[in-house]
């Protein structure tokens, strides 16, 4: 029995909720439908959307509502879902109060126009027409910041909004660490052969969708509550358990991109489409950890798909949709060239273990930039610097360099480790799986996915944002994130890839 | 030099703008993009912007508002663009403000799901496994109804939501006069032998997109600010004048559906494209009147698409694009065909001639449903009794009858006038149009469509909601709607078409 308070509460959450999932479908929309010209009104509905949300989750009245539930909880267990909804509500809304409706609005429209400006100054390789938008996102950044004072680091405050719990501190530690086990296989490994033209034959982009259908068939996607579009950079939306939005892009003389990428982003959907169902329209509905989330994207990716057993099953599909471009593969060569271990300078056509240097770069550099320590006009020098000191690569352009990804644009600073812990905790969790599903292997080799999608449901997606992370992580795993087991799970791999002992 | 009230109220009525473009997104989304299983949790989140956007627009805060606007309108014109704003407002804020919210959120949510309930009894041609929501619909809009009580006839105030200012009597006026004069018209020519063998070859769809494309192309659409999709239910829908969405289905051996179809959706289109910019976020920016807007439509759709000069355009379009199925077509024939009078059943395909029989028998049965005078159950009866009379067809089952329409599974009542008042206020435009480009048909014949556009856009699409109908018919045709315009336009036409003397 829920007393009457958090029954209104509820009611009051639920309509933020549909809030909050309108406007992701007003930015769905923008990135795979909207016509070009729809951009700047978009803005403004997105905008007034996020006014209107921000308005009510920071309300006197919500907090009233909030203190009232919080007084019908008495004797409920301290895991009861109404304690978790209640604690979360509250969390949430202590954080909205604190920063002021107008910050919050100013923010989604600079998100909106530094997006548009740095697609152009990206498409013309022109880092000096990005510096202002950039300046103006991270001095957001810096004001949202000043919003808080319970932190032992600013960055914790960024932090905390895709991370919850999560400290500056430890991602340190756990980053100093990542480098310090990645840079040395990576000079070991970097320069080995391996035969990579597997990957850059011309197939058609028929084919390839033919192939990512049936690939994602057998991770789960339904027509039904699902669906599967073409964006530039992609990425999963969902706006209830049952209407789930992958998108992907295709490169015909790389069929990795839009395969490995559809599979990172319906390891996503396969999360949001695995919260009970009950948890919709509730703040434990939505999952709040980007580490977490980065983790299910990931362990579909890499350790499922970039497996030796799923290369397996990966073959003959190739064969059959590549129209005679990859007849003969062998899952052999297949495993090894998506594998292989390439310093480069583009993060997301990064291979597995470099991947987490690029993350580390830009942690320390978001990091700079915040502190002041470093200038948005010093920023190119800065960052083809520690590409060539971590990843030994030189960075020819800016458009290729720190012009390459979408965050900074958008004011998302405090986003990125999430990628790199996300890995982190995919090992964790594969070991348990490995562990959990002794036939996992042949599973795989079959394309066999149920079973492992209904682990990491059953382990992980229904909780929703129940737990924090490192509950989370304690009842699945036993304990906090760790980068051994995605080491030993690297080194595991790149010696049977390299046919090196590693282990 | 605005005044700070009407700055302050333009800022409220721009983010129920955004509100209400929100939900249309949504809606947009609904019917073209969204996988079957998210309905549920889209009419939760449609009915919550509904309540949001209504609680806002029946605020006390909004009329305080408005008052003080109108305190700063002493001294400007009557047309002015600040009075007709501020105007406009108030208007629709004394209607909103009689309802509750409760009862426009619960016609938001049963509009979901009448839908739903339609959609499957008419693939069913089940009428009572229908009845139960057109019932509640119906319920819901005398509920509507009651909240109001400055009427002459109860249906003036649905009347009112689509057709402002429009009243029931003037409605049935016009429509006895429509009646009469197409019933014997209907009866001269309904026998007579045309070859309709042209709209029924198998045109393949893919050549079909290609012919919509162009033909859109001709009237204007721009890939920069417009899209055309798929759906079930072809409708126009846009978010700002730089988003035009447009839907249409495509028949293989019945290409005008999709062509007559598009064309239709693009006249809406092209007067939401055409209101100035600076309407925008404006309570003017909205089309409120359906009749003018379906003016537009069916303008385009029938005065231009289906005239002797504009078949002449089509037909080598026709024939290249059909991939040998059109092959010999002589637009005289396609002239024909398009224009032939054959009573039939279903309205969406009905001919321009029987088109308004149609409208007269749903207005007729929908005001004895309101009124009490006719049950639900009596319904299917009476609608094919009153095919019978009216067009002389016999309606084999409900599924080509009573449930062959949307709109009263949504608690769209009052709506169906403004189709035929839409052909009548069309062919009074087009008259004035005629006369004021003196070569149109050439320019038709020629696929010119630019100076129509553009004069369609000086004359009616840029003023948005700015002048009520009585006052734009006014400028452009210096009178009301009439009915004489639109039944000289059918007799000429109809003239050549069966080569007898009508006009």
């Given at each position: 029995m829920t007393g009457p308070a958090i029954e209104q509460l509820r009611m009051q959450l639920a309509e933020l909720w549909d809030l909050r999932r309108a406007c992701a479908v007003l930015q769905w929309d923008q990135s795979t439908?909207?016509?070009?010209?729809?951009?700047s009104q978009r803005a403004e509905q997105i905008a007034t959307l996020e006014r209107i949300a921000h308005e009510r989750s920071s309300s006197d009245r919500l907090g009233e509502l909030i203190g009232a539930a919080e007084g019908e909880?008495?004797?409920?267990?301290?895991?009861?879902m109404e304690v978790r909804l209640v604690a979360e509500a509250r969390r949430l809304h202590e954080k909205d109060r604190r920063v002021p409706v107008e910050l919050a609005v100013a923010r989604s429209r600079e998100a909106s126009r530094g997006y548009a400006v740095w697609v152009k100054a990206r498409a013309a390789g022109d880092f000096s027409a990005f510096a202002g938008a950039l300046e103006r996102n991270f001095r957001l950044v810096r004001d949202y910041i000043a919003c808080f004072d319970d932190y032992e680091d600013p960055y914790d405050v960024v932090l905390d909004d895709f991370?919850?719990?999560?400290?500056t501190a430890q991602v340190s530690r756990l980053f100093a660490e990542l480098r310090s086990a990645l840079r040395p296989l990576i000079a070991e490994l970097g320069d080995r052969a391996i035969d990579m033209s597997p990957l850059h034959v011309e197939f058609p982009v028929s084919g390839q969708r033919r192939l990512v259908d049936r690939v994602l068939g057998w991770m789960g996607f339904d027509p039904a509550a699902w669906r599967l579009d073409d964006t530039v950079h992609p990425f999963e939306s969902s706006f209830s358990v049952t209407d789930v939005r992958l998108t992907t892009r295709y490169e015909l003389s790389h069929f990795p991109t839009a395969l490995y990428g559809a599979m990172h982003e319906c390891g996503h959907g396969l999360y949001e489409a695995g919260v009970a169902p009950d948890l919709q329209r509730t703040p434990l509905g939505t999952i709040r950890s980007s580490a977490v989330h980065e983790s299910q994207s990931r362990l579909w990716e890499n350790m499922v798909g970039r497996s030796r057993a799923f290369c397996g099953a990966l073959t003959p599909a190739l064969i059959e949709h590549s129209q005679g471009r990859?007849?003969?593969?062998?899952p052999d060569a297949l495993f090894r060239a998506v594998n292989a271990v390439r310093p480069s300078t583009i993060r997301i056509e990064a291979d597995e273990t470099t991947y987490g240097l690029h993350i580390v770069i830009r942690f320390e550099l978001e990091r700079r930039l915040l502190a002041g320590d470093l200038s948005v006009a010093e920023l190119p020098e800065a960052w083809n610097s520690l590409m060539l000191e971590y990843l030994g690569v030189r960075v020819a352009s800016d458009a290729e360099g720190v012009l390459q990804d979408v965050h900074w644009s958008e004011g998302?600073?405090?986003?990125?480790p999430t990628y790199a812990i996300g890995n982190l905790i995919a090992a964790q969790l594969w070991e348990r799986a490995q562990a959990d599903i002794p036939d996992l292997d042949a599973q795989l080799a079959d394309h066999r996915l149920g079973p492992l999608r209904e682990w990491l449901r059953e382990q992980v997606h229904r909780h929703g944002s129940r737990y924090s992370d490192p509950q989370l992580l304690d009842r699945v795993v036993g304990g906090p994130v760790e980068v051994g087991p995605f080491i030993n799970h690297l080194r595991r791999k790149l010696g049977e890839v390299y046919e090196l002992d590693l282990a």
């Open positions: 439908m909207m016509p070009p010209l729809g951009a909880l008495d004797g409920l267990p301290s895991d009861a991370a919850p719990g999560m400290r990859l007849d003969g593969l062998r998302l600073v405090g986003y990125f």
